[in-house]
């Protein structure tokens, strides 16, 4: 799987980042701490205890910009959040309005988190004016840097705009008079506006706000605004109070991240099939060295990964196993069984491909292939492009010739001290042994295997891998037909 790391060396990618109009910070998913940021972004950000509203559930402590909720909250639901944090400083009351995106990968796994931080001090000023005094208030807006306008609910006309309205609308006083407030808005947005319109609840009760909407202008033209709404008790009657902020550029700025993210997610999933077909090459070429030092046929080594397969799937239904063996660990499973007898290419040929019984002395060195096939998969890991696909491929190559009971080999593991991947490889690897002729042996049916395997249970094997072969055995037998050793097809 590719890593956020990987990706943000990419300089196209750089270089869109540093051409975002907001401060931007790119968070690692797990440690939560920030792996990139743009030239806009502070280093550091100390800012003092404040009120943090948002909506995260049972959060409403004070908290900075340091806390980690919003990220948690964000890569848990793997959707948007957008937090307004309020603070004092000797300059005066501020607000930042931290905007959180997931990046996910075709997997739909959140592999990094995205935060704009938008700075919101004025609009928050202008909103906390209009709760306070109205009238007052009144005279002070004709020249803010906000469009409003006064609505009365009663006759149902617009008796107040200030310049910036003026200016942003482009009508004139005698226009608005006359202008039914939905002509403001594009027809899609009607049942949005009508509502507000037709608001009757309490004085001083604030609407919720209408984000990017889409505002007309007059003649032609159109911007966004975020469309923040209040109901007020004048002498002259009761209104609506409308305040209009241009978005613009942050819509733009929001579409342009938008693309950026979905850009940045077929780049992953392109690098992640890169890495896929590298790794599924690296597979092949270490079974075909396996291939030619062993006796055993390309048809086991093929055999392994799909009882392998098969094996996993029915443990997964295990309600203990359900969590480990997702569908992607079932696939490396797959794909890392066929090299679990990988160190026997460090086998002398006199004693691998010898048809007759070992002596107790040759067969102490066959034994040292599970140590032989570990060593190599740690050399390889230095230099791997899938660290966890060669991991796996080390622990079955090391751990398959453990027993349950503890007299396995080559550490005498016990029970569960062996891990999952070479339990189950131990009755794959067994069963696929049994049912297969060599020069020494005849092949054994499955109905022999099964005995022998069910006889196992709990002294060779783990009880619990053993009922889940009892549950797709059927399955084991169609693969076995299926994939047929060369002797066998003639």
């Not at 990419?10 to 540093?18: A, L, N, P």
């Amino acid at each position: 799987m590719i890593t956020l790391e990987e990706l943000v060396r990419d300089r196209v990618f750089d270089e869109i980042i540093h051409m975002l109009p907001y401060p931007m910070n790119i968070f690692h998913p797990d440690t939560f701490e920030i792996i990139m940021t743009n030239n806009l972004a502070p280093a550091d950000i100390d800012i003092p205890k404040m009120s943090c509203h948002r909506m995260v559930e049972n959060c409403s402590a004070a908290c900075d910009l340091k806390c980690k909720r919003p990220l948690e909250v964000v890569k848990r639901e793997k959707e948007t959040l957008v937090c307004t944090y309020q603070y004092q400083s000797e300059q005066g009351n501020h607000a930042i309005e931290i905007h959180s995106f997931p990046l996910l990968d075709a997997q739909n796994k959140v592999v990094a988190i995205i935060q704009i931080y938008i700075d919101t001090t004025e609009q928050v000023k202008l909103e906390n004016q209009l709760k306070s005094s109205v009238k007052r208030f009144k005279s002070l807006i004709e020249n803010v840097d906000m469009a409003i306008m006064y609505y009365n609910l009663e006759t149902k006309k617009i008796d107040f705009v200030n310049k910036p309205f003026r200016e942003f609308f482009h009508y004139t006083e005698f226009d608005l008079h006359r202008l039914n407030p939905l002509m403001l808005h594009f027809e899609k947005d009607y049942h949005l506006i009508e509502n507000s319109l037709m608001f009757t609840g309490q004085d001083g009760e604030h609407l919720k706000t209408l984000r990017n909407v889409m505002c007309k202008k007059n003649l032609e033209g159109f911007f966004y605004a975020d469309v923040h709404s209040a109901v007020v008790e004048l002498d002259e009657g009761r209104y609506l109070i409308r305040m209009f902020s241009d978005v613009t550029e942050r819509k733009e700025a929001e579409e342009a991240l938008e693309r950026l993210t979905k850009n940045l997610e077929q780049e992953v999933f392109e690098r992640t099939k890169e890495l896929q077909i590298v790794q599924d090459g690296m597979q092949v070429v270490l079974i075909s060295l396996a291939e030619t030092r062993d006796n055993e046929t390309g048809a086991h080594i093929i055999r392994t990964g799909e009882l392998m397969r098969a094996l996993a799937k029915s443990l997964s239904r295990n309600p203990k196993y359900k969590k480990y063996l997702n569908l992607g660990k079932i696939d490396m499973l797959a794909k890392t069984a066929p090299l679990h007898d990988i160190g026997k290419i460090g086998i002398p040929d006199a004693i691998l491909l010898k048809t007759e019984k070992l002596s107790p002395n040759e067969f102490e060195i066959i034994k040292t292939h599970t140590q032989i096939g570990k060593k190599a998969m740690e050399k390889a890991e230095k230099y791997a492009v899938s660290n966890e696909f060669i991991k796996m491929a080390k622990i079955i190559a090391y751990t398959h010739h453990e027993k349950w009971d503890g007299t396995g080999y080559p550490q005498g593991l016990k029970g569960e001290e062996i891990p999952l991947s070479g339990r189950l490889m131990a009755l794959v690897d067994i069963y696929d042994a049994l049912t297969s002729k060599r020069v020494y042996k005849r092949a054994y049916s499955h109905e022999e295997a099964k005995k022998f395997i069910f006889s196992e249970s709990g002294s060779h094997l783990d009880p619990e891998v053993v009922q889940a072969f009892l549950e797709v055995e059927q399955e084991f037998v169609a693969i076995k037909n299926r994939i047929k050793d060369e002797e066998d097809m003639y």
